[in-house]
């Protein structure tokens, strides 16, 4: 009897070391591939507003569930591109991009849709705020939306991949190679002095849009993000459920050839996130004179560098 062969494990793509400041030097306005997760800016943002406030609404089950998830030290998280938006002391800070899967932005709850900012050819999101151009261009927005989700997170001792790089594919899917044979790929993407002072004009806008809403507001918005999260379960649990048909036996999946039409699913319908519960308007237009309104302020124990600064300081130069 010939012996069994044995059988490899899958192996797990190799994994980025964790940040270190000593090792990494980051530079403000350039964009790194760093593991984290979209909703690490959404929750932050929703945790220093509660904390900011006397009038707190309650976290949902669904956000409870999430911030105990990334604190586990073994959290499997994607690494994606973030863009560095300012250092205090040996501290980045980032604010990483999202695709979301493809899924558009209006079946996001609505924390998200308010922090979300259009990057590079990505159409501008809500109309008429302003995008983030990168120079050179972005070149995934032209593939589907990208947003930067701009309440920024500290950088920590997350996994880093080293500076953002794409590589470019043709028709078929195949990497792009020169006439040497190496492949072509690009880096060193960024923002210029110009999109750093205007980047932080426009946070700080969002920033005080947020603190505007009221405690209903807050509400519905929270509520909104528990809808977003069982519509996307759904969908998870459906795509599943189809692929099963492929991979199981015909005596669990049934005779009948092939996927069976399923019902689609309804939108996801959510109150408009420029009224409140009470109808009163809330700020949205990126022109508004209210948001215009002071930088954060400086901290007196440790150095703080921000995009804003950077930008006010380098004037023209890149």
Not at 102 to 128: M, N, R, S
């Amino acid at each position: 009897m010939p012996a069994a062969s044995a059988v490899c494990p899958p192996t797990r793509p190799k994994r980025s070391p964790r940040y270190d400041p000593k090792r990494h030097p980051v530079t403000i306005g350039r964009i790194y591939q760093m593991e984290c997760s979209v909703r690490e800016p959404i929750l932050k943002a929703i945790t220093v507003e509660r904390n900011r406030s006397p009038l707190t609404v309650s976290l949902t089950p669904s956000m409870l569930s999430s911030k105990a998830y990334l604190k586990k030290k073994d959290a499997d998280l994607k690494e994606r591109p973030c863009l560095v938006t300012s250092i205090r002391g040996e501290e980045p800070s980032i604010v990483p991009f999202a695709t979301f899967e493809g899924q558009p932005i209006t079946k996001l709850d609505l924390h998200t849709q308010h922090w979300a900012v259009a990057v590079g050819a990505t159409p501008a999101w809500p109309e008429g705020r302003s995008s983030i151009p990168i120079s050179p261009d972005w070149p995934e927005s032209y593939e589907k939306p990208v947003y930067a989700l701009v309440k920024a997170i500290p950088v920590g001792d997350r996994r880093f991949g080293g500076l953002y790089e794409y590589w470019p594919r043709d028709e078929r899917g195949y990497r792009l190679r020169r006439a040497d044979g190496t492949n072509v790929v690009q880096r060193n993407f960024k923002l210029t002095a110009e999109t750093i002072a205007d980047f932080g004009r426009l946070t700080r806008q969002i920033q005080q849009e947020y603190e505007a809403l009221t405690p209903e507001q807050r509400t519905v918005w929270n509520d909104s993000w528990d809808a977003a999260q069982l519509l996307q379960d759904v969908a998870q649990s459906s795509i599943a459920s189809q692929m099963s048909r492929f991979t199981a036996p015909p005596a669990v999946r049934g005779m009948t050839p092939g996927l069976q039409p399923t019902t689609p699913l309804a939108p996801l319908v959510l109150p408009n996130k420029t009224t409140a519960a009470n109808d009163t308007p809330v700020p949205t237009s990126p022109t508004s004179p209210t948001a215009q309104g002071p930088g954060s302020g400086s901290t007196k124990k440790k150095k703080r560098t921000s995009l804003l600064s950077i930008g006010l300081s380098m004037g023209a130069r890149t």
